[in-house]
T-cell receptor
Framework: GQNIDQPTEMTATEGAIVQINCTYQ??????LFWYQQHAGEAPTFLSYNVLDGLEEKGRFSSFLSRSKGYSYLLLKELQMKDSASYLC????????????FGTGTRLTVIP | EAGVTQFPSHSVIEKGQTVTLRCDPI?????LYWYRRVMGKEIKFLLHFVKESKQDESGMPNNRFLAERTGGTYSTLKVQPAELEDSGVYFCASRPQGSGNSPLHFGNGTRLTVT
């Protein structure tokens, strides 16, 4: 089966840095995605990692270690609008490359 | 470009009734997916279309759920008869064919409440 774990909730201060971790155990691996989801809205794509290392995109960075089954999303210079749920999703190699999601981490940014 | 659109945004029905959800993917996207999030749980895969063909329907909970994509454009997901445990948010997503590592583009979801 597929198992993807991430913390349920996190709180951080505006202007700070926060790291959201994700560990996974899947039958196959063909990439890891991070999505942001505001309440009542669609999940929106943030980042993609398929090789080990750090991918940087503006204030957001994502890291992957395939040997450890581990990823993190790093958010810098936090803004109030960054309060949202952050979803870790792994694409396997079986079937049609479907995504398996974690339950999401609800991040609250406080002044 | 217009995003993935889903209709309705909310639906409240009684147990035993039928509901049909609709998804319009981004124009030109051959791959269409249905996912569902039950309260407190993770988003889970239901099925995947490539054009009008079902590529993978391993996530469909049972035969009360029927998905179609006639003509390979929009898709419908019908639940008949609905049960209480079917309540949740149903997401549709799409991506182009042969797009390698391109991400899924999600709609806002349909929140289904079965009473």
């Amino acid at each position: 089966g597929q198992n993807i774990d991430q913390p349920t909730e996190m709180t951080a201060t505006e202007g700070a840095i926060v790291q959201i971790n994700c560990t996974y155990q899947t039958s196959g691996f063909n990439g890891l995605f991070w999505y942001q989801q505001h309440a009542g809205e669609a999940p929106t794509f943030l980042s993609y990692n398929v090789l080990d290392g750090l991918e940087e995109k503006g204030r957001f960075s994502s890291f992957l270690s395939r040997s450890k089954g581990y990823s993190y999303l790093l958010l810098k210079e936090l803004q109030m609008k960054d309060s949202a749920s952050y979803l870790c999703a792994v694409r396997d190699q079986t079937g049609a490359n479907n995504l398996f999601f974690g339950t999401g981490t609800r991040l609250t940014v406080i002044p | 470009e217009a995003g993935v659109t889903q209709f309705p945004s909310h639906s409240v029905i009684e147990k035993g009734q039928t509901v049909t959800l609709r998804c319009d993917p981004i124009s030109g996207h051959d791959n269409l997916y249905w996912y569902r999030r039950v309260m407190g749980k993770e988003i889970k895969f239901l099925l995947h279309f490539v054009k009008e063909s079902k590529q993978d329907e391993s996530g469909m909970p049972n035969n009360r759920f029927l998905a179609e994509r006639t003509g390979g454009t929009y898709s419908t997901l019908k639940v008949q008869p609905a049960e209480l445990e079917d309540s949740g948010v149903y997401f549709c997503a799409s991506r182009p064919q042969g797009s390698g590592n391109s991400p899924l583009h999600f709609g806002n979801g349909t929140r289904l409440t079965v009473t």
